[in-house]
């Protein structure tokens, strides 16, 4: 397959992640990576192609904007197959944009940034059509206590202990950009909750289940159960400070990427 492949597009999508186990194909799963490959399978008529995410996504996480690379033996012409391809995704997943590349792009080296929102609301029992994109919080939050609390996430930190199953080599040190704790104005329903709230957190990459770990820190410490010294400790890189809070991962939304160049 690999000598046959001379095209290359990038294609920009939306999902909703509630029903599937993530982007990355698995065995025995039904994951986003899936559907697509299936659908192209059904407009190409054979497999002679391969997709390739600029990112893993956990189970029911969504996705705002996620890029996929195609990497393709037929050459398409982005009109025609762009309404196509549409027409035949499960109506949870849906397709924004395509553009043509080439074989020197690299999707995963050349992210330049990865936008990630956690909605979560408070104090009270959610509509439950609102379970696929609003962690439901029945305790009272200290919202104040959680704005600071996220902004000692900004910056340089050893992230090791925000990270689950790292590898060997793995580099915990890493870079945030942004990290904020602000009020829900972008997703609006008449089944929302009349106030809601989100962490927009920004970086170049992520470890594994980090923002989820960060955001179960932080809620945490809006239900008085953490202190901002802990959380300050547990980012230095000789710190035994335990981080065991992950929030369910419903609530995070992949909000935007941006490449280099």
């Known amino acids: ?79 025609i197959f762009f309404p196509l391809f549409n027409k035949n ?19 995963i080296h050349q992210v330049k940034s990865k936008e990630y929102l956690y909605h979560f609301a408070h104090a009270a029992k959610n509509h439950p059509f609102t379970a696929p994109l609003i962690m439901s919080v029945d305790e009272q939050l200290n919202i104040e206590a959680m704005k600071t609390a996220a902004k000692l996430f900004e910056g340089t930190h050893d992230f090791r202990r925000y990270c689950a199953e790292p590898k060997p080599d793995q580099q915990f040190v890493r870079t945030v950009e942004c990290c904020e704790i602000i009020e829900n104005k972008l997703y609006q329903a008449d089944f929302f909750p009349d106030k809601s709230w989100m962490l927009r957190i920004k970086a170049n990459g992520f470890l594994r289940y980090q923002v989820r770990l960060i955001m179960g820190e932080i809620f945490s410490l ?29 609530g995070l939304i992949l909000n935007k990427v941006e490449f280099q160049n």
């Open 89 to 107: 995704l499960p109506n949870d997943i849906r397709l924004l944009k395509i553009e043509e590349t080439d074989q020197s792009f690299n999707i």
């Open 1 to 79: 397959m690999k000598n046959s492949i001379k095209y290359y597009y990038l294609f920009h999508i939306q999902f909703l992640g509630y029903r599937y186990h993530g982007w990355l194909k698995q065995p025995g799963y039904k994951t986003v990576q899936f559907m697509v490959d299936k659908t192209f399978e059904f407009i190409f008529q054979h497999s002679d192609f391969k997709t390739m995410g600029c990112s893993r996504t956990d189970a029911k996480v969504s996705a705002d904007h996620f890029v996929f690379e195609l990497f393709s033996s037929d050459k398409i012409d982005p009109v």
């Open 222 to 250: 809006g239900k008085g159960k953490t202190s901002l010294e802990e959380i300050k400790k547990s980012l230095e890189p000789d710190s035994d400070i335990p981080v065991r809070n992950i929030a369910p991962s419903s």
